[in-house]
């Protein structure tokens, strides 16, 4: 979990674009984040084990 001064520190602007920060909106992790759906890989598993991520089902074969 991030802290305060992390998240406050990831927002603002870069001084150089590839500089950016992006967090997991439930989280604010930053490491195994997916930009598709603006969550980390543990908040998205989460959400698509529960059912509430439309669209989007475990898979099995």
Known sequence: MATENQRAKSRK???????????CWRCGRSRGYMRDFDLCRICFRELANRGEMPGVKKSSW
């Open 13 to 23: 602007k870069p001084k150089f674009s590839t500089r950016k920060v992006r967090r």
